[in-house]
């Protein structure tokens, strides 16, 4: 039977496992990526592991999130990463570089190889045809010494494009348009590969963007192919040598083909608060807009720019709106000066920001109260903005420079054309902000710089087969892993703290959430709905909730990363058979859990309301690799106890 593109790459990285659906494959990993809101607890795993040296072909650390530095506690975990990275073997990307997925893209990404990172846009990678995948820092620690990275065997999703994008229409609106049909859960379990003339159409940076806000369908990681546009975007960063073909077989089976006439789209928006809440633009109304966000992972590419530079050029932004524009590389950054464009941007009276990620993840530009943003970006989970009551629509760069313009959301299909962006022959290629690690005789005597944020990591109880403890929680459908452990410029720069993060743990659902579960001695549940632990790959939304006690969580289905954090740091992912089941329960009410031990993996557990005698029996759908982990009390003492054995 043929093969797709992504069978095609498991099968050339499997070390464990079989490709067949219902069971996991663990994964020989080439790369690794950190940033630094995650990365600090990344390495901390690493050197926990007690291994001195990555085994990956490459490693790099990143620092673009926490970039504010309003007091001591970024500097001290950039300078942590960069003393860990040079004695660890890792490359480090200064602050300035740019964003993770982007400057991977333009500088490292190889397709055919495989990479997982510790933020849940490494997908954007599979624009150039590369296994891409998001992951909580643990197993990021593990892939970094040699370990498979294990992911539940994919379910494939073709996705044919045909026709030709119409005039103002972009690579954004084709993932909206795909987030409209599919929906936040619609990818969970999939990897989503992308066909047709209408995608061999496209430029890599624009198929980087629908890859990239695949994390927000949920989805395992997206794939292009590997062809001339692949070939001449890698010849244009110098690294035409790093190409290799990939395409599926003629006769690969999908389980499931969805075809979209580029031809019929038009200008889309994601409305508040949701990616997946889909409307035309043209059809929204007068909105007036405070605020126009311009870059992030998604949308920050040199087109991008020059699209957005074209809108601008001879303009000037309306008066109550603020614009800003973060490229997202100093190469872009670099290109933009040189060619004139960025003259355009700022005469226009946009903001420039550094090359990070900023206002995305509400590192300041929040809006004003009640205010309505418009963003390039791929989250606006309510609150995620740093003002609770903002409206943040997703859309274009276009749509993004032409409301700045209006003051009001405006279709850009109604502006004058713009010049075709045509793809420089050669990218300005400056690594000098790339730091290699030290060499094998240089790395011991290196020393790692720690400074006081930096706390000990939680580790779990060891498993009990029966809990007698409280509901400590209750929570509905698509609750992020933003609800769960919130970011922003006041809690982000406490990434290696978990003690200090704690006091803000369900912070947007419900305040007194810390309080009650310090309160309760033994710890307890949270209960909750469909596609629990959405978004961000943060392994803090599981850390944090371990540290305040929590020993499961049993929902109605959960997100593919969350739930591997969950079992990596000791708490059972439990699920209801019967979704209704989660009515039955109430915040407060005691749960008696019972069957644990034999439970995991094989059967249900049952699980005893207290208060009104009614039984359930959710499920603990894992591996047996993961019961095994869940049974040493989390990963950082499974990889011990291997070690030991
Ligand atoms: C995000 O977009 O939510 C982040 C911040 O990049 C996260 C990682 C994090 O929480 O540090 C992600 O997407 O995984
Ligand atoms: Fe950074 Fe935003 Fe991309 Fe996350 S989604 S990596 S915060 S730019």
Redesign the pocket.
């Known amino acids: 039977m043929g093969r797709t593109m992504a069978q095609k790459i498991i099968e050339a990285h499997l070390m464990d496992g079989t490709m067949a659906s219902g069971g996991e494959v663990g994964l020989r990993i080439d790369q690794t990526l950190t ?1 630094d ?2 990365g600090t607890m990344a390495y901390l795993e690493f050197e926990g592991m007690g291994i001195p040296r990555v085994k990956t072909e490459l490693s790099v650390a990143y620092i673009d ?1 926490n970039t504010l530095q309003n007091g001591f506690m970024n500097a001290d975990d950039h300078a942590y990463i960069r003393t860990v990275a040079k004695k660890s073997g890792v490359h480090y990307a200064r602050p300035g570089c740019g964003i993770c997925h982007q400057v991977h893209l333009e500088r490292f990404a190889v397709p055919g190889k495989t990479l997982i990172g ?4 490494t997908p954007t990678a599979g624009g150039i045809g590369m296994l891409a995948m ?1 992951s909580g820092g643990l197993d990021v620690a593990v892939a970094m010494g040699g370990g498979a990275y294990y992911i539940p065997y994919p379910k494939a999703t073709r996705i044919t494009l045909t026709g030709t994008l119409p005039a103002f229409v972009t690579a954004k609106d084709i993932i909206l348009e795909v987030l409209r049909i599919l929906s936040v859960k619609g990818g969970v379990g999939k990897i989503i590969e992308y066909a047709g003339p209408g995608a061999a159409a496209l430029t890599v940076p624009q198929r980087a963007t629908i890859c990239n806000m695949g ?1 927000e369908l949920g989805a395992t990681t997206s794939l292009f192919p590997a062809d001339d546009a692949t070939r001449a975007f890698l010849a244009a960063q110098g690294r035409e040598a790093d190409f290799t073909p990939l395409a599926p077989d003629a006769d690969a089976v999908y389980d499931e083909e969805i075809t979209i006439d580029l031809a019929t789209l038009q200008p889309l928006a994601a409305c508040p608060h949701s990616p997946d809440a889909i409307a035309p633009v043209a059809e929204l109304g007068n909105i007036q807009v405070d605020q126009v966000c311009i870059g992030s ?1 998604t949308n920050s590419s040199l087109a991008d720019m020059m699209a957005v530079a074209a809108i601008l050029k001879g303009k000037t932004v309306a008066p109550t709106v603020s614009l800003t524009i973060s490229p997202g590389s100093r190469q872009v950054l670099q290109m933009l000066s040189e060619n004139g464009a960025l003259a355009d941007i700022l005469a226009s009276g946009a903001r420039l920001l550094e090359c990070a ?1 900023g206002p ?2 509400g590192m300041g530009q929040s809006p004003p109260s009640g205010g309505i943003s418009l963003r390039t970006f ?2 606006n989970f309510e609150g ?1 903005s740093g003002t609770a009551d903002a409206g943040v629509y997703l859309i274009s760069p276009e749509t993004a420079a032409a409301s700045a313009l209006t003051g009001h959301i405006t279709d850009p299909r109604s502006l004058a054309a713009i010049p075709a962006f045509v793809q420089p022959e050669s990218f300005a290629v400056n690594d000098n902000m790339v730091d290699a690690p030290a060499g094998e005789t240089e790395a011991p005597t290196i020393q790692v710089v720690r400074g006081p944020n930096i706390k000990p990591l939680p580790l779990a109880k060891p498993l009990a087969d029966s809990l007698t403890l409280p509901a400590l929680l209750k929570v509905g459908d698509n609750i992020t ?2 609800h769960i452990m919130p ?1 922003g410029a006041k809690i ?1 720069p406490y ?1 290696s703290n978990i003690p200090h993060l704690s006091q803000y743990c369900f912070e947007g659902v419900d305040p007194e959430f810390p309080a009650r579960a310090k309160a309760s001695a033994e710890g307890g549940f949270i209960i909750g709905g469909q596609n629990y632990g959405q ?4 392994e ?1 939304a599981a850390l944090v909730p371990l540290y305040l006690g929590v020993r499961a969580v049993i929902v109605k289905s959960f997100a593919r ?1 969350h739930k591997a954090n969950l079992v990596n740091a000791g708490i059972l992912p439990l699920t209801f058979q019967n979704p209704a089941d989660a009515d039955g329960i109430n915040e407060g009410d005691t749960l008696t859990l019972s069957g644990i031990l034999a439970g995991l993996g094989a059967g249900p557990l049952t699980l005893t309301n207290e208060r009104t005698g009614q039984k359930f029996s959710p499920v603990c759908d894992i591996s047996p690799r993961q019961a095994a982990i869940l049974q040493a009390g989390g990963m950082m003492n499974y990889v011990r106890e291997q070690q030991n054995a």
């Open positions: 940033q809101a995650t999130h510790s933020d849940s846009h998001g994390a992972c990620c995305c993840i791929n989250r995620r892993t933003d970011a982000l990434r978004g961000s790959s943060r803090h990363i």
